[in-house]
C-alpha cells in the first residue's frame, strides 16, 4: 500500500556531504516513524537513525553528532543530513517507514536503497 522513492546518494571525498531523502507515497497511517538503515559488504544491516512521534530521535552512535535526521509531515517525506563523511560510512542506505496503530496490523515497508561511497 505504501512506496518510498529515495534520492541524494552518490560519491563524496572524505569530510564531504549528502542529503537523502525519501518520499512515501500510497495509503499510509499518518502517525507513523521514518527511518534509514545501512548494510555494507558483508556486514549485518544496521539502524542508522530514526524518527518517530511517540519516541523521538535516535541515532547509532557512530553517526551521532555528524548525521541529523528530519521529516516535513505535510510532504511524508524524511531527510537524513551527513555531514564529515568517513569512508566507514560506505553503504547502501535504506529508507524504513512504521505504522504506529496501537490496534491493529501496521505496514512495514523499505525502499529499495541508494548507495553512498566515500572515497577520494
Known amino acids: 500500500q505504501v512506496q518510498l522513492v529515495e534520492s541524494g546518494g552518490g560519491l563524496v571525498q572524505p569530510g564531504g556531504s549528502l542529503r537523502l531523502s525519501c518520499a512515501a507515497s500510497g495509503s499510509i497511517f499518518s502517525f507513523n516513524a521514518m527511518g534509514w538503515y545501512r548494510q555494507a559488504p558483508g556486514k549485518q544491516r544496521e539502524l542508522v537513525a530514526t524518527i518517530s512521534p511517540v519516541n523521538g530521535i535516535t541515532y547509532a552512535d557512530s553517526v551521532k553528532g555528524r548525521f541529523t535526521i528530519s521529516r516535513d509531515n505535510a510532504k511524508n517525506t524524511v531527510y537524513l543530513q551527513m555531514n564529515s563523511l568517513k569512508p566507514e560510512d560506505t553503504a547502501v542506505y535504506y529508507c524504513?517507514?512504521?505504522?504506529?496503530?496501537?490496534?491493529?496490523?501496521?505496514?512495514?515497508?523499505w525502499g529499495q536503497g541508494t548507495q553512498v561511497t566515500v572515497s577520494s
Open positions: 524504513n517507514v512504521r505504522e504506529l496503530r496501537i490496534v491493529g496490523g501496521n505496514q512495514n515497508a
